[in-house]
């Protein structure tokens, strides 16, 4: 089969942006290991992402066979993504520009508003637009309410995105449901979910220094929908364990950031202080050490889009406890790799990490088959390979859609 050029549109989360920030997460990582993973299969990507600094070439070398593209959209500075789409016209102007001199043979956007600048850069292109939505609005708006700072147009905007690309690739099972919920037709999409590197997440290798005590460990961005609330409130029902959390701001500015200071005074205020660390950003070289160190890995999110953390941690033979929502339902088996409990609940989080400290057997079988689950499902080669087989399928259907268009058009 022939090679393929293909144009992957993230417009906020670049795959050179340092992890840890309030914006910069599993997207950046999903689009940096998609794209390398689609290099292996021999085509040539190109990752088109915002400039958010002065400093910053056009054109930068990700790996062979990857390169990222800055698009020149708003100012040359960091922007929340949420006031991003007011330049989400400046940004698809100028793919149309650059595409119109050297157009790929598909479009697979990342995020809603990547859609929206992806399908005004191919109007006026026999170019196929592929949409991976990675969150969706309605279901932020369901759980943050007055919170949600999304623009107000989002959930119809993303209707209208689902609408006119050629395929939605939905990460998970309970994706596929919100968009049939939003109106979309099932049959638009097509799961294929994020995946790890089971080489370097993995069993084997180096583990981070311990304590005496158990040890719990949540990974992710600090912000409160992540649940570390929730982990800390159960905490205080899990005798003698400790929780350290990875992410958020560099060590040496958790003082000064608002959402470590709540959960800071949130474990003073529930007697758990002296078993709390606020780790802050964690290189990601040193993560597997982290993640081997865990007896068990939180996931307590109020809702979770995908949730790579879960795969991370059963890559490393490490147990799960997750809340119920999102693609947790999918990757994490209900006492078969962990344990899926609902969310924001701190006694059924707490009573299934007690029951599962007190039984290493059980943490260990679990473990084992997590590695198994993930090595079997959720390889970045295995999901190159299934993305590949859409972009495939679309393409031919677009080719049989012209074919037959010309065929009727000469026959008038």
């Avoid at 000064?256 to 007697?271: K, Y």
């Avoid at 033979?317 to 999102?326: E, I, K, L, T």
């Amino acid at each position: 089969m022939r090679p393929l050029k293909i144009s992957l549109v993230s417009e906020h989360a670049s795959p050179l942006a340092a992890l840890g920030g309030v914006d910069a997460g599993g997207q950046n990582v999903h689009v940096a290991a998609l794209a390398s993973a689609l290099a292996d299969l021999g085509h040539e990507i190109t990752v088109h992402t915002r400039r958010d600094a002065p400093a910053l070439a056009d054109d930068v070398p990700l790996r062979a066979g990857v390169t990222v593209h800055h698009v020149p959209a708003g100012p040359a500075r960091a922007v929340p993504k949420d006031d991003l789409l007011p330049y989400m016209h400046a940004f698809g102007e100028h793919l149309a520009r650059t595409w119109a001199a050297d157009p790929p043979h598909l479009v697979h956007a990342h995020f809603w508003m990547s859609g929206l600048a992806a399908l005004r850069g191919t109007r006026e292109l026999d170019v196929p637009v592929v949409q991976t939505f990675h969150a969706l609005g309605a279901v932020k708006r369901r759980h943050q309410g007055a919170a949600d700072t999304s623009p107000a147009r989002r959930v119809a905007l993303e209707q209208t995105v689902g609408r006119m690309c050629r395929r939605i690739i939905a990460t998970c099972r309970d994706e596929v449901d919100e968009l049939a919920a939003m109106g979309l037709p099932r049959d638009r999409a097509t799961v294929v979910p994020c995946g790890i590197d089971p080489a370097r997440f993995t069993p084997d290798g180096p583990i981070a220094r311990r304590t005496g005590r158990p040890r719990l460990l949540q990974v992710g961005r600090l912000v409160p929908r992540k649940g570390v609330a929730t982990a800390i409130t159960a905490l205080a029902r899990i005798p003698g364990a400790e929780l350290l959390v990875a992410g958020g701001p560099p060590a040496d500015r958790l003082d000064t950031d608002p959402e470590a200071r709540r959960l800071t005074a949130l474990a003073r205020d529930t007697g758990v202080a002296d078993r709390l660390r606020l780790l802050g950003s964690v290189p990601p070289a040193e993560l597997p050490a982290l993640l081997r160190s865990a007896d068990l890995v939180l996931c307590p999110p109020d809702y979770e889009p995908f949730g790579i953390v879960p795969l991370e941690a059963m890559g490393c033979g490490v147990p799960v406890v997750a809340s119920a929502v999102g693609g947790h339902l999918d990757t994490v088996a209900d006492r078969g790799t962990g344990r899926l409990v609902p969310p924001g609940d701190p006694d059924a989080l707490a009573s299934a990490a007690v029951e599962l400290l007190a039984t290493p057997r059980v943490r260990a079988a679990y473990g084992a088959a997590g590695r198994r689950r993930v090595l079997a499902r959720y390889s970045w080669e295995g999901v190159a390979a299934a993305t590949e087989a859409v972009y495939r399928e679309v393409l031919m259907a677009a080719h049989r859609t012209a074919k037959a268009t010309a065929t009727v058009t000469g026959a008038i």
